[in-house]
């Protein structure tokens, strides 16, 4: 029935069913995962058959000494978000292909309408947790926004933050997977719309209205991409280039105060070529005394026919 959709990739066995008796029914002590003949045999027997030119997959994730390693076939990263560790994390994830990742926000306030009264909106009322359908889903967002944002004034300031912050996190393990291709290979999202009006992973809500990652994500996976990545010791800047031609030109990296003063700048040449990845690395010890909270870092990259890409 689906053989002949232009959109189909590969036929996979099942979600989750071999890093779920690998990781927890074996240290339970059950030997016997029940459909390793049907996800290893059956399955592959009859796509082979009835559509030859497809590869099969026997479930996702699968490969490597563990079903979810990051050394091997493809890995979900959940330990942002489901297990509560920061965004900026996604960074020390190197799975070869991330087939499933993904954070929370809650849909617009045109959709939250639809199935609220104005005595619902609150994050705690009992009609938007049962519209969360994740264990702990309200809270976590929560503990989030408490890290990234100043308290909110009012409900609407309240979904506006949960969706900055769900296109932040999606932005960040983006950019990190793309700018170590092809050691990383590939993500793929999850999710791109809802099936009910809820809180949840998606980037488009039920009233099919984008949410703020949207456009964060569309941006992150733009053709040609930059990206800062400043760590306790040094600043790297990684010029992602999708297109079948070199790209690059002059990196300049500035930092700028509050009021949009620069304070620091450096020049560099940058170069990615085709379907290719470019680094510059810059020292911490290199940015002046006044490099600290509230100062903003900003790069681009351009040549004679205009600004190649940029980023902050």
Excluded at 5 to 27: A, I, V
Excluded at 106 to 113: A, D, F, G, K
Excluded at 230 to 249: F, M
Aim: hydrophobic fraction near 30%; glycine fraction near 8%.
């Amino acid at each position: 029935r689906l053989r002949n959709h232009p959109s189909l990739m590969l036929w996979c066995g099942n979600n989750e069913n071999d890093t779920t008796f690998y990781g927890g029914q074996r240290k339970l002590g059950k030997t016997v995962y029940y459909g390793d003949t049907i996800y290893s045999q059956i399955l592959p027997r009859i796509c082979s058959r009835l559509d030859p030119d497809r590869p099969y997959w026997r479930s996702s994730p699968s490969g490597g000494e563990h079903p979810n390693c990051q050394t091997h076939g493809d890995r979900h990263s959940w330990d942002v978000f489901s297990g509560r560790q920061p965004y900026a994390n996604y960074r020390q994830d190197h799975g070869r292909f991330l087939s499933e990742f993904g954070f929370q926000a809650l849909p617009t306030m045109q959709t939250i309408r639809t199935f609220t009264d104005e005595s619902d909106l609150s994050p705690n009322s009992d009609v938007m947790k049962s519209h969360n359908k994740m264990v702990g889903g309200v809270e976590r967002l929560g503990e989030y926004l408490d890290t990234h944002f100043q308290p909110y004034s009012d409900f609407e300031e309240y979904v506006a933050q949960t969706q900055i912050n769900q296109g932040e996190a999606m932005r960040c393990g983006i950019e990190h997977w793309r700018s170590h291709k092809f050691d990383t290979s590939g993500t793929l999202i999850w999710q791109l719309n809802d099936c009910w009006p809820v809180s949840s992973w998606s980037l488009i809500d039920y009233g099919n209205r984008r949410k703020a990652a949207y456009y964060f994500v569309k941006r992150a996976f733009a053709p040609v991409m930059l990206s800062i990545w400043p760590g306790e010791e040094e600043i790297e800047i990684s010029l992602v280039n999708d297109t079948l031609n070199t790209i690059g030109g002059t990196a300049e990296i500035c930092l700028v105060d509050a009021c949009g003063e620069t304070i620091w700048q450096h020049k560099a040449s940058l170069s990615a070529g085709a379907n290719g990845t470019g680094q510059i690395i810059i020292p911490v010890s290199a940015l002046p005394d006044e490099a600290k909270d509230g100062t903003i870092l900003l790069a681009s990259v351009y040549n004679k026919n205009g600004t190649v890409a940029c980023s902050q």
